[in-house]
């Protein structure tokens, strides 16, 4: 079985090549980072950046939620405020994370959280 940090990436990946070919204009900036766990949170984050619009997606792979993908919409400048949303790991695509980088970053610049807006 596929260690669900490597399966994330691996979906990021490919939404980020889509991405990069489709919006010329638009290059997000993925992470991945293991840090919380080295300060006692057994998690992985990652976070997917615009540089341009300052917004911020971040996810997180909790240790203590296996196959479940805690995700906010949010600022790089900001702290993460507010309650992150769920999801099924195995409900995750390429495709929605295309969806939640292009609708997030490009063609809702104003709107705070995506998956409160039903277009993700």
Not at 68 to 90: H, I, K, N
Request: hydrophobic share 45%.
């Amino acid at each position: 079985m596929e260690q669900p940090l490597a399966i994330l990436a691996d979906l990021a990946s490919a939404a980020h090549s889509r991405i990069q070919r489709d919006f010329a204009t638009l290059d997000p900036i993925v992470g991945v980072s293991r840090n919380m766990r080295s300060s006692g949170i057994p998690a992985d984050l990652m976070t997917i950046d615009c540089l341009q619009s300052g917004k911020r997606i971040i996810l997180i792979l909790h240790d203590e939620q296996p196959g479940v993908l805690s995700y906010q919409f949010t600022l790089r400048e900001a702290d993460s405020a507010g309650a992150f949303a769920l999801m099924p790991l195995a409900e995750l695509t390429a495709q929605t994370l295309y969806q939640w980088i292009s609708g997030y970053f490009l063609t809702h610049p104003d709107h705070p959280n995506p998956a409160a807006g039903g277009w993700a």
